[in-house]
């Protein structure tokens, strides 16, 4: 045993000692130095271009190059040190097995950054990041051996035939692989756009976010067509598929076609956009965002109420912001017989000034409403413009002033009442009386 593994180390050992080894290491020693140098010098620069540039295109070219300069920066060293030693016909076998390590620690890098930057951080990109770290370093080690020919051939042996199609476990890699790079590619273009359309001061927030679904879906559709097509997969084989699954669609998914179709409605006919302050049945809040199957709607206790779309096509809405912020906040109060109205009309108009939110324009006004069974009533009318602060702290403030003016002046707020006349009596509670 030991005689043979002696006899399989000797190559190797005396490979190891030869100048032509040595001249792989020097090179391979100077690039790592070269790219180091280079490395620290320019990434000063580059994090002062990123920290400029929050967002955009230019802010994601710069973060992916930081991630791929020093593999880069080797390359640029070892690939023309290899073409001059395989000019001078010397061993390459280092530089052969060190050119794809560098190339797949530039591909993980990048890979790794796409996915963080087209998906929110959670468990599944983490573990996808894993996968394909694992993936990526396995076609390495199989190219290196000389079997990646072999494992794809056997891949692509294992197949089976439905129609015209011939599908096979290789085609299925490739199409998750491109559907994983076209979506990636399709969500980064979303986003892109979405960034340019909230810059856009000429467009409505409704029509940002109908546009923003739109180019998602749109986008999301090409990227999953265009794979499908790149895999050799025909796409008109596909058309009895799709109207079976338009049937399926139809009968299982109603209530989520339903709700995803209402949601472009709203979008379009701009009857709720985000910032609106609405009212469904029981639920109060302003819309804080539209999304394709529900509305998120926030209260004033911070609760965020996900309405689906469907319900505000087919149900009562009341938006109290439709078409001004502007809503009126009604306080009734009523006082004695006694009183003078005309004085405390008067002392309730001033008192709509305790509110900071109640507008000067339109001005506030007093109405006398009814002589009713208690006492006169009348109603304060004022109007505010955050419909989103709710209308309780407004008529609370008001409603303490009033109750202090009326203190002041000696007005009085009457309980209610009521006048009993008997008009006849049993004589036997007559004479016990």
Same mark, same amino acid.
């Given at each position: 045993m030991?005689?043979?593994?002696?006899?399989?180390?000797q190559?190797?050992?005396?490979?190891?000692?030869?100048p032509?080894?040595?001249w792989q290491?020097?090179v391979?020693?100077?690039?790592?130095?070269?790219?180091?140098?280079?490395n620290?010098?320019i990434?000063?620069?580059?994090e002062?271009?990123a920290s400029a540039?929050?967002?955009g295109f230019r802010?994601?070219?710069?973060?992916? %190059?930081q991630? @791929?300069? $020093?593999?880069? #920066?080797? !390359?640029?060293?070892?690939l023309?040190a290899?073409?001059? &030693?395989?000019?001078?016909?010397?061993?390459?076998?280092?530089?052969?097995v060190?050119?794809p390590?560098?190339?797949?620690?530039?591909l993980?890098?990048?890979?790794i950054?796409?996915?963080r930057k087209a998906?929110?951080?959670?468990?599944?990109l983490?573990s996808?990041?894993?996968a394909?770290s694992?993936l990526?370093?396995l076609?390495?080690? %199989?190219h290196? @051996?000389g $079997?990646?020919p #072999?494992v !794809?051939?056997f891949l692509d042996?294992m197949?089976?035939n &439905?129609?015209?199609?011939?599908?096979?476990?290789?085609s299925v890699?490739?199409?998750?692989?491109?559907?994983?790079?076209a979506f990636t590619?399709?969500?980064?273009?979303?986003?892109l756009?979405?960034r340019q359309?909230?810059r856009?001061?000429?467009?409505?927030?409704?029509?940002?976010?109908?546009?923003?679904?739109?180019?998602?879906?749109? %986008?999301l559709t @090409?990227?999953?067509?265009i794979?499908?097509?790149a895999v050799g997969i025909?796409l008109?084989s596909?058309a009895?598929?799709?109207?079976a699954?338009?049937?399926g669609l139809?009968?299982g998914?109603?209530?989520?076609a339903?709700?995803?179709i209402s949601?472009?409605i709203?979008?379009?006919?701009?009857?709720?956009?985000?910032?609106?302050v609405?009212?469904?049945?029981?639920?109060?809040?302003?819309?804080?965002?539209?999304?394709?199957?529900?509305v998120?709607?926030?209260n004033?206790e911070?609760?965020d109420?996900?309405?689906?779309?469907?319900?505000?096509?087919t149900?009562?809405?009341?938006?109290w912001s439709?078409?001004?912020?502007?809503?009126?906040?009604?306080?009734?109060?009523?006082?004695?017989?006694?009183?003078?109205?005309?004085q405390a009309m008067?002392?309730m108009?001033e008192?709509?000034?305790a509110?900071?939110?109640?507008?000067?324009?339109?001005a506030?006004?007093?109405?006398?409403m009814?002589?009713?069974?208690?006492?006169?009533?009348?109603?304060?009318?004022?109007w505010?413009?955050d419909?989103e602060?709710?209308?309780?702290?407004?008529?609370?403030e008001?409603n303490l002033a009033?109750?202090?003016?009326?203190?002041?002046?000696?007005?009085t707020?009457?309980?209610?009442?009521r006048?009993l006349?008997i008009?006849?009596?049993p004589?036997?509670?007559k004479?016990?009386s």
């Amino acid at each position: 045993m030991l005689e043979s593994t002696l006899t399989w180390l000797q190559p190797h050992l005396e490979s190891l000692v030869s100048p032509a080894t040595w001249w792989q290491v020097v090179v391979l020693a100077l690039a790592a130095v070269a790219a180091s140098l280079f490395n620290r010098r320019i990434q000063t620069l580059l994090e002062t271009q990123a920290s400029a540039n929050q967002q955009g295109f230019r802010h994601i070219a710069v973060r992916s %190059l930081q991630r @791929l300069l $020093w593999p880069l #920066t080797a !390359l640029a060293v070892v690939l023309p040190a290899k073409a001059v &030693l395989d000019w001078y016909e010397l061993p390459l076998q280092l530089l052969g097995v060190a050119v794809p390590i560098l190339w797949a620690l530039a591909l993980i890098r990048f890979s790794i950054y796409l996915l963080r930057k087209a998906f929110t951080i959670n468990p599944l990109l983490k573990s996808s990041e894993s996968a394909l770290s694992v993936l990526i370093w396995l076609g390495v080690v %199989l190219h290196l @051996l000389g $079997w990646l020919p #072999t494992v !794809l051939g056997f891949l692509d042996s294992m197949a089976l035939n &439905l129609g015209e199609n011939r599908i096979s476990v290789l085609s299925v890699i490739k199409l998750l692989l491109l559907v994983a790079l076209a979506f990636t590619l399709a969500i980064w273009l979303s986003e892109l756009i979405s960034r340019q359309l909230q810059r856009s001061a000429n467009i409505s927030p409704s029509m940002r976010v109908g546009f923003n679904k739109f180019s998602k879906f749109i %986008l999301l559709t @090409l990227a999953f067509l265009i794979a499908l097509n790149a895999v050799g997969i025909n796409l008109s084989s596909l058309a009895i598929f799709g109207g079976a699954l338009g049937v399926g669609l139809g009968f299982g998914l109603q209530r989520i076609a339903s709700n995803f179709i209402s949601g472009f409605i709203l979008v379009l006919d701009r009857s709720i956009k985000p910032g609106d302050v609405i009212t469904v049945g029981d639920k109060f809040g302003w819309v804080e965002a539209l999304n394709s199957r529900y509305v998120v709607v926030r209260n004033r206790e911070g609760v965020d109420t996900l309405i689906p779309n469907e319900n505000l096509i087919t149900s009562e809405v009341i938006n109290w912001s439709y078409a001004d912020r502007n809503v009126r906040v009604v306080i009734p109060v009523q006082i004695s017989y006694d009183d003078d109205p005309e004085q405390a009309m008067a002392l309730m108009l001033e008192c709509a000034k305790a509110s900071s939110r109640i507008l000067t324009e339109p001005a506030p006004s007093v109405r006398l409403m009814e002589f009713a069974d208690s006492g006169i009533e009348l109603q304060l009318r004022a109007w505010i413009s955050d419909p989103e602060n709710g209308t309780g702290g407004v008529k609370s403030e008001v409603n303490l002033a009033i109750w202090r003016a009326f203190k002041e002046h000696n007005i009085t707020i009457p309980y209610p009442q009521r006048d009993l006349h008997i008009k006849s009596m049993p004589a036997g509670l007559k004479q016990n009386s």
